[in-house]
């Protein structure tokens, strides 16, 4: 069985309870609501189905880059050739070492530059300025991105049964059934706890600190992720 859309999920719900389908104002009215829990279930954690590689090959002299995938937050970035990997940083630490922007060479760190919040794309900064082409990957975890109608749902399918209490506590307090609208709210929370307790899907990954350039020497400054970032 495939994963439903947004649409197809709104119809189930909407026939457990034996509301018409064809009731396209009430069905509307399930898709927001379904949207609305995919948003809670995807702000309780870091989820690895966000989880992605946004690969980025640099041109000579040319310092900053746009992004190709949407990131909310990146964790890492490396070499493909296995020559290492890039640190995070902020421009105003590269700045304020006295270090000038567009020194070339093999880039060390990275830093946000700028995010385009119409296409929520990330521009960001490479230190030292590339010298040469460099095939880099950023490893980070995406924005969840707005659903439609007929998108399907974005999780896997273990999700689905954690979202449909979520959606049917906003069905029952829409008809007044409060006592069955607490219990599923009680499930959804439920659900999403163990949901977020399960290796499998969740596995926290800290956020990253900042390099101190000014404390830092030489080229093997790298960024350590914690230990249970490579057992989810």
């Not at 041109?59 to 909310?72: E, G, H, I, P």
């Not at 890039?86 to 000038?100: F, M, R, S, V």
């Not at 567009?102 to 919040?117: F, Q, R, S, V």
Request: net charge negative; proline share 4%; hydrophobic share 35%.
């Amino acid at each position: 069985m495939s994963i439903p859309t947004v649409n197809q999920l709104a119809q189930t719900l909407a026939t457990e309870i034996g509301e018409s389908t064809s009731n396209a104002n009430y069905i509307a009215t399930v898709e927001e609501w379904i949207k609305e829990c995919v948003d809670e279930i995807g702000d309780a954690k870091r989820w690895n189905y966000l989880y992605s590689i946004g690969p980025l090959n640099t041109v000579a002299s040319t310092r900053t880059y746009n992004l190709t995938v949407a990131f909310q937050q990146e964790i890492a970035a490396r070499f493909t050739d296995g020559s290492g990997i890039l640190t995070a940083t902020t421009k105003d630490k590269i700045i304020n070492t006295g270090e000038k922007l567009e020194t070339t060479g093999k880039p060390n760190w990275w830093y946000p530059e700028a995010y385009d919040i119409t296409n929520e794309k990330l521009t960001l900064g490479l230190y030292y300025t590339p010298d040469a082409v460099y095939a880099l990957e950023f490893f980070g975890f995406l924005i969840q991105q707005e659903l439609t109608t007929s998108s399907k749902l974005p999780f896997p399918r273990n999700f689905i049964r954690v979202l449909k209490d979520g959606v049917r506590a906003k069905i029952r307090e829409d008809d007044k059934n409060f006592q069955g609208a607490q219990l599923s709210r009680a499930a959804f929370k439920r659900g999403i706890s163990e949901l977020v307790s399960a290796t499998l899907y969740g596995g926290e990954v800290s956020r990253l600190g900042y390099s101190d350039l000014s404390n830092t020497s030489g080229s093997n400054r790298l960024v350590r992720l914690p230990p249970d970032h490579f057992h989810n």
